[in-house]
């Protein structure tokens, strides 16, 4: 059986997508299922995670120091089942990317697993405090929950 790929995406990939990451790969067999992150900006290419995003890791029993910034590239839209985006904006600039509907449906809104339809987004938490990171993680596991679920009944 081939591995599910699945991509996490925000803007910088220092914040949101390395816990939605870190939060899918604690939930998932990693012989069956593969996850990463990536950004659409190439602002923190090769980076460690924001800080506050490993201290929240942390706390919550994660290690997420392992993963490094880069940039959505096409290639991603064709190699990952599904991409899960943490806002409108990362999805109109991975849309933007993507040359086939094919490509365009594999990507969608991360809350649309907890608020289907709503297109609600994932706050960037990069300019707040500490609590940000927290509240970030807590709408991310519950995603990540809905996804494994959606995962092991096959609708994934």
């Known amino acids: 059986m081939e591995k599910k790929r699945i991509l996490m995406v925000c803007l910088g990939n220092i914040c949101r997508s390395p816990l939605a990451e870190g939060l899918l790969k604690s939930k998932v067999n990693p012989e069956e299922i593969y996850v990463d992150s990536a950004g659409t900006g ?33 290639e991603d839209l064709n190699s990952f089942d599904h991409i899960f985006v ?7 600039d991975s849309i933007a990317l993507a ?13 649309n697993e907890i608020f289907p339809g709503e ?11 500490d609590q940000g990171f927290e ?22």
Do not use: C, W
């Open 42 to 74: 190439n602002y923190h290419v090769g980076d460690l995670p924001d800080r506050r995003s490993i201290a929240t890791a942390k706390q919550h029993h994660l290690d997420i120091t392992d993963q490094r910034g880069r940039q959505l590239s096409t």
């Open 86 to 92: 943490m806002d409108n904006s990362n999805y109109r």
């Open 99 to 111: 040359k086939t509907e094919d490509q365009k449906e594999k990507i969608k809104l991360i809350l």
């Open 119 to 129: 297109n609600v987004d994932v706050p960037d938490p990069y300019f707040g405090g």
């Open 135 to 156: 509240n970030v993680y807590q709408m991310l596991d519950e995603a990540t929950t809905n996804i494994v679920e959606k995962l092991n009944n096959g609708t994934y």
